[in-house]
Nanobody, 115 residues
Framework: QTQFAESGGGLVQPGESLRLSCVVS????????LAWYRQAPGEQREMVAS???????DYADSVKGRVTISRDDGKNTIHLHMTSLRPVDTAAYYC?????????WGQGTQVTVSS
């Protein structure tokens, strides 16, 4: 069974930084992308950042320039370095894997940005 180990969320003040991590374990073939999504209460789930197996990264316009996604070599592990955090960044952040069969989701880690 696929398992997601997400960490790094928490309560931070505006302007501070966080680094989220996700370790994906299990038997998953043909991974197309690893990504971070987020969903705030009452809002749609949106992709924050994704990275392909070739290292190509994509970012949502709302966070571009403030976040960086990275992947550990030889592992299905991704990180999301978030800087200049704002209250609007408050959401549950979900690790995601896309392969030929569909989408697989982590349970989420909460990020709360508040003064």
């Amino acid at each position: 069974q696929t398992q997601f180990a997400e960490s790094g969320g928490g309560l931070v003040q505006p302007g501070e930084s966080l680094r989220l991590s996700c370790v994906v374990s299990g038997r998953i073939f043909s991974i197309y992308n690893l990504a971070w999504y987020r969903q705030a209460p009452g809002e749609q789930r949106e992709m924050v950042a994704s990275i392909g197996r070739d290292g190509t990264a994509d970012y949502a316009d709302s966070v571009k320039g403030r976040v960086t996604i990275s992947r550990d070599d030889g592992k299905n592990t991704i990180h999301l370095h978030m800087t200049s955090l704002r209250p609007v960044d408050t959401a549950a952040y979900y690790c995601n894997v896309k392969n030929y069969r569909g989408l697989y989701w982590g349970q989420g880690t909460q990020v709360t940005v508040s003064s």
